[in-house]
């Protein structure tokens, strides 16, 4: 993919790039600067995308990165970002609690990172299963389960019937 | 016959095979506790759809724009600009082809958005850059053949493209100026190019009028869409009495 061809394909993809980094990180300030990254990184390596691999998947899992990198870069300094796939507790604060009904980006932002990105490919980007699991580099089984498990989390924070 | 919460979970989300969705479908008209969680599953996407959708027709920020048309900082000595500087007007359409006009557009809608951050004249929905506002208004019901001259918006010609779909070019006359060619899709006006011309003078009187001043850019997707001859006043104006529907 040449690069005026790809620059017009991430001026179409933008509004899901920044729907996408706002279900990641709740300010939006933040989510912007994160759509803004993966756009850099995606320019710098237009060579590595192959001509046949759909353009959306590939740019979601360089945002996806970035995400993770800015998490590890915050962890360093100053550790309030617990490591990935410690948050096992999460949907019993949920139970625990069951009259502070939280908002749904309040919900989102308690849930441990990897299953907040499946929750945020497959349900708000309308990801399948398949392209998440590409996206996160995972095995089906891998996504299938932090789905699953993100979601009985965020309907015990969100209540709801 | 029971089903696993991620089975349960894959139908709400369109994934079973047939075999295995027909299962659950059949075992949700007896089962009102089945049918129970689907539901609670898919109105948690709902939900989470209402959450964050509003982002996608929210205005881009210029920064973004910017930062995903960031090749053009290299192709701008060898062509976008060179554009405005010495129209290469010996060149053939299908080297600018590689241009996608939504590129053009990508590059320069950043000024537009500056000015009216609300409201712009340019929007991006569904993937599609769409004229909004007072453009799409004028699109949809200024005649070049009467129009008041100094109106935000003038009007250049109207034609039909060889899709069909009936195009006009334009000129915005706000601090900047620019121009661009629009295109109907739907009930929409779809952009195909938009290109900064020169700074007209400050007098009224200087301004640009017409096709006359549009920018080479402008000139060369007009070619290229054009299937005829450009709408004489007539045509015009039955055109839009037609919706721009051809």
């Known amino acids: 993919m040449t690069s005026p061809d790809l620059s017009a394909g991430l001026v179409s993809l933008l509004p899901r790039l920044r729907r996408f980094a706002r279900a990641l990180t709740r300010n939006p300030h933040d989510a912007d600067d994160l759509v803004q990254l993966a756009l850099e990184r995606a320019l710098a390596r237009a060579h590595q995308l192959r001509p046949d691999a759909a353009l959306a998947g590939w740019v979601f899992g360089i945002l996806r990165h970035a995400w993770i ?23 019993d604060v949920g139970q625990a609690s069951p009259v502070e009904m939280l908002s749904v980006q309040e919900a989102m932002e308690r849930l441990p990172q990897e299953q907040r990105i499946a929750v945020a490919l ?31 989390a965020l309907q015990a924070m969100l209540g709801g019937s | ?5 991620e089975t349960v979970m894959a139908y709400a989300d369109g994934e079973l095979d047939g075999a295995t969705r027909a299962a659950v479908e059949a075992a949700m008209l007896t089962d009102p506790d089945l049918a129970h969680r689907v539901a609670r599953h898919r109105e948690l996407r709902a939900r989470l759809r209402t959450e964050f959708d509003p982002v996608l027709d929210a205005p881009i920020p210029e920064r973004l724009l910017a930062a995903a048309a960031g090749t053009l900082a290299q192709a701008r000595t060898g062509n976008i600009i060179a554009l405005e500087r010495k129209p290469p007007r010996n060149r053939a359409w299908p080297q600018w082809g590689a241009l996608a006009a939504s590129l053009i557009v990508g590059v320069l809608i950043a000024p537009l958005l500056r000015h009216a951050p609300v409201e712009g004249p340019v929007g991006i929905r569904d993937g599609k850059i769409l004229a909004s506002g007072a453009l799409a208004d004028a699109l949809s019901e200024q005649l070049a053949s009467n129009q008041i001259a100094d109106a935000p918006v003038h009007l250049g010609v109207s034609f039909l493209s060889r899709s069909g779909d009936y195009c006009r070019t334009f000129t915005l006359r706000d601090k900047s100026v620019v121009a661009g060619l629009a295109c109907r899709d739907r009930e929409q006006w779809r952009l195909e190019a938009l290109a900064a ?28 869409l054009i ?17 721009w529907h051809h």
């Not at chain 1, 800015?70 to 962890?75: F, G, I």
């Not at chain 1, 299938?144 to 498990?149: C, D, E, P």
């Not at chain 2, 016959?1 to 919460?5: H, L, V, Y």
């Not at chain 2, 299937?227 to 919706?243: F, I, K, T, V, W």
């Open chain 1, 122 to 152: 497959v349900l708000v980007e309308g990801l399948s299963y398949k392209e998440a699991a590409h996206v996160m580099d995972v095995p089906i089984g891998t996504l299938t389960s932090r789905l699953a498990r993100g979601r009985e």
């Open chain 2, 227 to 243: 299937a005829g001859d450009p709408l004489d006043a007539r045509a015009e104006a039955a055109a839009r009495g037609n919706g």
């Open chain 2, 197 to 224: 011309t020169r700074p007209a003078g400050s007098g009224s009187g200087e301004y640009q009028t017409a096709a006359s001043a549009l920018p080479p850019a402008i000139e060369q997707s007009v070619d290229a």
């Open chain 1, 69 to 91: 990198d800015e998490l590890r870069a915050r962890a360093r300094s100053d550790r309030v970002f617990a490591p990935e796939e410690s948050g096992q507790h999460v949907g």
């Open chain 2, 1 to 5: 016959m029971t089903f696993s919460d």
